[in-house]
Nanobody, 127 residues
Framework: QVQLVESGGGVVQPGASLTLSCVAS????????VAWFRQAPGKEREFVTA????????VYTSSVKGRVTISRDIAKNTVYLQMNRLMPEDSAVYYC????????????????????WGQGTQLTVSS
């Protein structure tokens, strides 16, 4: 059984920076693709960013490009989501998702492609 555990959420002011973490645990698991999604109250879950493990290819949704960086620590089986210049519209529950295989780039933002999900971590950006 693979488990994904997110951490690092909280309440921050606009303009602040924050890094979320996602640790994969359980049976030996090397992810093929890991992604971050977010869901704000009353809104659909939306893709934020993803990382393809084999080639470290990274994809970002346009609304966060330039402010967000996804990275990994292979030894720790951990993926990070560094967010800068946070805005109130970034407030949401952030979910980490993973799948064993890689994905073509056209499918990487599709939440249905991911097999494992974390429980989510809340980020609130407010003054």
């Amino acid at each position: 059984q693979v488990q994904l555990v997110e951490s690092g959420g909280g309440v921050v002011q606009p303009g602040a920076s924050l890094t979320l973490s996602c640790v994969a645990s359980g049976r030996a698991f090397t992810p093929g693709t890991v992604a971050w999604f977010r869901q704000a109250p009353g809104k659909e879950r939306e893709f934020v960013t993803a990382l393809r493990w084999a080639d470290n290819k990274k994809v970002y949704t346009s609304s966060v490009k330039g402010r967000v960086t996804i990275s990994r620590d292979i030894a720790k089986n951990t993926v990070y989501l560094q967010m800068n210049r946070l805005m109130p519209e970034d407030s949401a529950v952030y979910y980490c998702a993973a799948r064993p295989g890689g994905l073509i780039l056209s499918a990487i933002s599709d939440s249905n492609q991911y097999d494992y999900w974390g429980q989510g971590t809340q980020l609130t950006v407010s003054s």
